[in-house]
Nanobody, 126 residues
């Protein structure tokens, strides 16, 4: 499976942006999918996760209420809709496939994911 992230760019504070993640295989339909981000000098941090059936979503405290993760297994796509954006949202955003078919307590750890997209840069100007 390969993942291709896209949709990054420059946006103003309070603006919106939608990131897309295209998968090469429908195998992702059996796994949770997530978005992480990494700002310069910082560790990669969890942003959001969606369960295989979209029944369950998780968000980091810093984006809850502003970002929405969604997926379409038929189209092999995962999206991250970002709104009310802040300068601290500036980072390279990565989509990732969970290595487990079921959510584990470590779902917010990068080590729980085995396949990563190449990243797309999001810059929020103040």
């Amino acid at each position: 499976v390969q993942l291709q992230a896209s949709g990054g760019g420059l946006v103003q504070t309070e603006g919106s942006l939608r990131l897309s993640c295209a998968a090469s295989s429908t195998v992702i339909s059996s796994y949770g999918m997530a978005w992480f981000r990494q700002a310069p000098g910082n560790a990669r941090e969890f942003v959001a996760r969606v369960s295989p059936s979209s029944q369950r979503t998780e968000y980091s405290d810093s984006v809850r209420g502003r970002f929405t993760i969604s997926r379409d297994n038929v189209r092999k796509m995962v999206w991250l809709q970002m709104a009310s954006m802040k300068p601290e949202d500036t980072a390279v955003y990565y989509c990732a496939k969970d290595r487990n078919q079921y959510r584990t307590p470590a779902y917010s750890s990068p080590s729980s994911y085995d396949i990563w997209g190449q990243g797309t840069l999001v810059t929020v100007s103040s």
